[in-house]
């Protein structure tokens, strides 16, 4: 206890370190962030009812065209419809789309 009152010892100084980073408030949305609100939007899968015959061409045109899923086929199959449309009709197509998507 003696020890704690002597004045011979000297504290010893360490030098402060500069921060790394200074605030700034364009750096508070990071790059990180936008990709990980990017995955939350992926969107979640659902599932229709289909004859076993359509399942089945479904299943073999995945085979065939060598794609993952049948989402994928079936993708590229209603693009190519949607090609085809009529300008009215297309309108008609993005404007009922719009009304579902918000529904949802």
Known sequence: MSN?????????RVENKPPENTY?????????????KEEKVKEKPTSIRLSKNSQQRLN???KIL?????????DLLLTNYESTLSKEKKKNYETLLKLLSKKI
């Open 24 to 36: 700034n408030p364009n750096n508070i949305f990071t790059v990180e962030q936008t990709k990980k």
């Open 66 to 74: 060598d794609k993952e899923n049948v989402d994928q086929v079936l």
């Open 4 to 12: 704690l009152l002597n004045k011979d010892k000297k504290i010893q």
């Open 60 to 62: 073999t045109l995945v």
